[in-house]
């Protein structure tokens, strides 16, 4: 079975770290472009942050730059996203996705898509919840 399974999301407190965790299944991660997004109940869904393996670029969005850190680890076929200085407003469902870089330019784009091309992604986990409060 093909799929993604995020992990270690939770309560922290406001400066807080976590680190979630995305294990492939049935596929070899590495070969895709990855990303983390989270949505807020109402709102659109957001790229936060995104990795290609190929060459070590990535794309953070301006809201989590500087306090996010997307990595993969492509033996372990799993990709993790290192939170730290958490707000409240980063309160939010967080889903892990991969995509075939046939339907990228960038790895910008894949963070920045929209609409229901989003939706398309190759993989998408179930999300888990990350809640900063005190």
């Known amino acids: 079975q093909l799929h993604v399974v995020e992990s270690g999301g939770g309560l922290v407190q406001p400066g807080g770290s976590l680190r979630l965790s995305c294990a492939a299944s049935?596929?070899?991660?590495?070969?895709?472009?990855q990303g983390w997004f989270r949505q807020e109940p109402g709102k659109e869904r957001e790229g936060v942050a995104c990795?290609?393996?190929?060459?070590?670029?990535?794309y953070y969005s301006d809201s989590v730059k500087g306090r996010f850190t997307i990595y993969s680890d492509n033996a372990k076929n799993m990709m993790y996203l290192q939170m730290n200085g958490l707000k409240p407003e980063d309160t939010a469902v967080y889903y892990c996705?991969?995509?075939?870089?046939?339907?990228?330019?960038?790895?910008?784009?894949?963070?920045?898509?929209?609409?229901?091309?989003?939706?398309?992604?190759?993989?998408w986990g179930e999300g888990i919840q990350v809640t900063v409060s005190s």
């Open positions: 996705a991969a995509v075939s870089w046939s339907v990228l330019t960038t790895i910008q784009s894949m963070c920045v898509m929209s609409g229901t091309r989003l939706y398309e992604y190759d993989y």
């Open positions: 049935g596929f070899t991660l590495g070969y895709y472009a």
């Open positions: 990795l290609s393996s190929y060459d070590g670029l990535t």
